[in-house]
């Protein structure tokens, strides 16, 4: 094999790993917005529980 094959072979190589990669931290990102805003909504929905818990008490 000659050596510029080898040097196209590689950096082909690299290139696919990268596109995976960029895919993967994409993704993961995504999913992490997404679970912080419903972790948000959820949050909001128990203060409001517990508002109306106390004003049920009193």
């Known amino acids: 094999m000659n050596i ?3 040097l ?3 950096i082909m190589f690299l290139l696919l790993i ?11 990102s995504g999913l992490k917005r ?6 948000i909504e959820l949050e ?3 203060d409001r529980i517990i508002e109306l818990l106390e ?4």
Request: one cysteine or more; a positive charge; charged letters at 25%.
């Open 8 to 10: 196209f072979q590689l």
């Open 44 to 46: 909001k929905k128990l």
């Open 34 to 39: 997404n679970s912080t805003n419903k972790t």
């Open 18 to 28: 990268g596109l995976f990669s960029v895919a993967f931290v994409i993704l993961c």
């Open 55 to 58: 004003k049920e008490k009193s």
């Open 4 to 6: 510029g094959d080898v």
